[in-house]
């Protein structure tokens, strides 16, 4: 069975870190790339960061410096560090699995970031 249940966003204000983490059933963990999407408000879902299984990293040119992709595959669970946020990282942040992503998304982790 499918599953990606993402945890760890919150509201923060700008400048501010947070951590956020993706726990996802073996069958895709094993297998693919796993990555982060967010959607803002009005917005097309995008593609923030994605890491393979064997560590290799990729990030958006909106991110890169700020964002970093990790993955412990031993707990198949995939987490995104963001530090300085910035009121435009405002979304809801999903994983799943790049460069084409599943049908099935979680329900996502919102992230707020405003003073």
């Known amino acids: 069975q499918v599953q990606l249940v993402e945890s760890g966003g919150g509201s923060v204000q700008p400048g501010g870190s947070l951590r956020l983490s993706c726990a996802a059933s073996?069958?895709?963990?094993?297998?693919?790339?796993m990555g982060w999407y967010r959607q803002a408000p009005g917005k097309q879902r995008e593609l923030v960061a994605a890491?393979?299984?064997?560590?290799?990293?990729h990030y958006a040119d909106s991110v890169k410096g700020r964002f970093t992709i990790s993955r412990d595959n031993a707990k198949n669970t995939v987490y995104l560090q963001m530090n300085s946020l910035k009121p435009e990282d405002t979304a809801v942040y999903y994983c799943?699995?790049?460069?084409?992503?599943?049908?099935?998304w979680g329900q996502g982790t919102q992230v707020t970031v405003s003073s």
């Open positions: 073996g069958s895709i963990f094993n297998i693919y790339v």
């Open positions: 890491i393979s299984k064997g560590g290799s990293t």
């Open positions: 799943n699995t790049p460069p084409v992503p599943m049908a099935y």
